[in-house]
């Protein structure tokens, strides 16, 4: 007997993987957006992560156990115990283990919001080495948990905003570096082993949205549309907010999730034959 084919059921759950120097609770307005909009959202921590983020800095222990392999392995984990393919959004570091996670054939659709580089993006801005050169200018600080100050916090996070505006979102969000997690990723050129490749000519990747932020100091627009052009087959695209910090919650931030989800749910399931797009 013949049976006809129906078209993918779209997406309902979203999993949102967060970045360094932030927990899950970077996500909370994206999550209340979301859900309030009938999506099931998931934003798991790194593993050992799960604390609050006073509890971790009170106490980063946890952050210095980790690497980045525990950390895409953790999230592989997690996807794949879902009834379906979510839509999978990252930032930051979490953009590039997003990246990952597509090339391991996981999610509908995924959309990096200021996403770290996987291997094979050479581009080492001046703003990022100052974001980062405290953690990875020492290089026997691999197993450590390395602080901000708030002045070092706004530089990479809140440059857009007064220094009160930031020092209220590094009290609400911050927490140290998990310098391992940073090194693997923000090093991987340097590494025969690096946990961040991808093929770039994988033609049935789902489609993959990559945002960048104007005025970003740790990943600035520049590599993520290089990043994005690194890409051969299946369906990338780039677009560019003007006004923006690296933080996903600065004001304006609607806008921002909205576009996200709009072109995650428009493409999810479908185009990853299609030409790659920019």
Do not use: C
Request: no cysteine.
């Amino acid at each position: 007997m013949a049976t006809s084919s129906s078209p993918p059921t779209a997406p309902d759950t979203i999993v949102l993987i967060h970045g360094l120097w932030m927990t899950p609770r970077s996500w909370e307005h994206w999550k209340e957006r979301y859900e309030a909009q009938g999506y099931k959202v998931l934003a798991p921590a790194w593993p050992g992560l799960e604390l609050e983020v006073e509890a971790l800095r009170a106490d980063p222990t946890p952050l210095t156990k980790l690497t980045a392999k525990q950390v895409l392995d953790n999230y592989e984990r997690i996807i794949r115990e879902l009834d379906s393919p979510p839509i999978i959004m990252g930032h930051s570091l979490g953009g590039a283990v997003t990246q990952v996670l597509l090339d391991r054939g996981l999610g509908a659709a995924a959309v990096g919001v200021a996403p770290a580089t996987v291997k094979g993006i050479r581009d080492l801005p001046l703003s990022t080495l100052r974001a980062t050169g405290h953690i990875l200018g020492r290089p026997f600080n691999r197993d450590n948990a390395t602080p901000s100050s708030r002045k070092q916090f706004r530089y990479a996070f809140g440059n857009t905003m007064t220094q009160e505006e930031s020092d209220a979102i590094y009290d609400r969000y911050y927490v140290p570096s998990a310098n391992r997690v940073l090194y693997d990723i923000a090093l991987s050129n340097l590494s025969r082993n690096a946990p961040t490749v991808v093929d770039f000519s994988k033609a049935d990747r789902a489609p993959l949205l990559m945002i960048a932020f104007e005025h970003d100091h740790v990943v600035p627009p520049k590599p993520i549309r290089h990043n994005a052009s690194k890409y051969k087959a299946g369906t990338v695209a780039f677009t560019e907010f003007p006004g923006r910090p690296h933080f996903p919650g600065a004001p304006g931030w609607e806008e921002v999730a909205d576009y996200a989800l709009s072109w995650a749910v428009e493409h999810a399931g479908a185009g990853r034959q299609a030409e790659v797009g920019a």
